[in-house]
């Protein structure tokens, strides 16, 4: 009797794990992150348009400027996110830019750090390179951990930094003063022209950040992207976290070897690791069911990993659609103003105190 409820038991197990590895959730997350990929290439070429319009005056281009470019702003969203918080009040500069942080910021909490895995566009890319180079070397390369430690905490680093400088040195006066200069105004355009007249040192850095992603997979995520950091933190605070039945567990490590993090899933009950993209890779490779499922810390229900890319894509999708609703998706900017700033464009540095600040916001207001 015993025998025939085990084999059973064995029979089910199976069929559940046919049906699991025939609906992988790999390919969703992958047309997810070429959905994104596509849309932040729209956005650039309107950019491009709306920047070529100011540029001629009008005669060329277009003068819609797409919202969706603050999202490549994070440190004017974090000054805004902060603003929010010490006055309840959303700059009206980049309100998008806010949006979006959020929006990323919520899905970490919720999914763990699944906004590196499933959204970003410097995401996709490092992972393509990262596969491109596991083919080329026929595995994945690892920094050995006496300097992997270290060079993780760069970005640590970059984060405490930016931190520190706009949470705990900046005052709300300093802070709207920030908000309010023409360097913040235009830090898109600003960004355009950095990349569109790039120095040769940038474009070495960039060249070498490139290339040292395809032997060291995730190379700018994993060691220098202060932003995923932000959203790694947040994502231990996740309730929902991928656990390991150690009693269905065959030990094959097929887990470990595929995760792009190098965590190794195989010898833990719970992964809660900074580290984890939510990626999922582990559960679609492992070979028994119901070995790896996503769970609540403390509860018994399964979280279908098919529900991570709906929970991943609707969350994100919601607090954009936040921000159009309430009417603080575009900013309130008139077209002659970013003309009249198109002028004085080279003269707009990065201030360092209130004082520059303030005094960079009365030159411009003279020269209106």
């Known amino acids: 009797m015993n025998k025939k409820i085990s084999s059973l038991k064995e029979e089910n197990s199976e069929k559940k794990y046919r049906k699991n590895r025939q609906k992988p959730i790999q ?31 009008g005669l060329e281009g ?12 994070p440190i004017s969203s974090l000054m805004s996110l902060y603003y929010f918080f010490i006055t309840g009040d959303i700059h009206p500069a980049h309100p998008a830019g806010l949006f979006i ?3 990323a910021i919520i899905v970490s909490f919720v999914i763990g750090k699944s906004f590196c895995s499933w959204l970003c566009p410097f995401g996709w890319l490092s992972e393509l390179l990262g596969d491109i180079g596991e083919k080329l070397f026929g595995r994945k390369l690892k920094i050995p951990k006496w300097l992997d430690y270290p060079m993780r905490s760069l970005k640590y680093l970059l984060l405490v930094f930016f931190v520190y400088s706009i949470f705990f040195l900046m005052t709300e006066v300093s802070l709207r ?44 995520c994993r060691y220098l992207c202060p932003y995923g950091a932000l959203l790694g933190v947040i994502a231990l605070f996740s ?13 094959c490590a097929k ?38 499922e996503i769970k609540p810390i403390g509860g018994r229900l399964t979280f279908p990993k098919k529900y991570v890319a709906v ?16 009417g603080n998706w575009e900013n309130k900017l008139k077209i002659a103003e970013y003309m009249h700033h198109q002028k004085y464009l080279q003269s707009y540095g990065h201030p360092t105190g209130t004082a520059e600040i303030k005094k960079l916001n009365q030159e411009s207001d003279r020269n209106r």
């Open 62 to 73: 277009s003068a819609y400027r797409p919202p969706g470019v603050e999202g490549f702003l």
């Open 27 to 57: 390919k969703y997350r992958f047309w997810i992150q070429i959905a994104v990929v596509l849309l932040c290439l729209w956005i650039g070429i309107e950019f491009f348009n709306f920047v070529k319009y100011l540029e001629t005056s």
């Open 255 to 292: 887990c470990a070897k595929v995760c792009p993090s190098f965590i190794r899933v195989d010898k833990i009950d719970t992964v809660i690791s900074d580290e984890c993209t939510s990626c999922l890779k582990c559960i679609d490779i492992c070979p028994v069911a119901d070995t790896l």
């Open 239 to 251: 309730p929902l976290k991928i656990r390991r039945h150690s009693g269905r567990c065959i030990d």
């Open 177 to 220: 003063a920030f908000l309010d200069s023409p360097y913040n105004i235009v830090a898109d355009i600003k960004m355009y022209y950095f990349f569109a007249d790039i120095s040769r040192f940038a474009l070495i850095v960039i060249v070498a950040l490139f290339f040292l992603s395809i032997p060291i997979r995730n190379f700018w």
């Open 311 to 326: 929970a991943v894509a609707t969350i994100f999708v919601l607090g954009i659609g936040l921000g159009m609703i309430s």
């Open 101 to 103: 942080l959020l929006a």
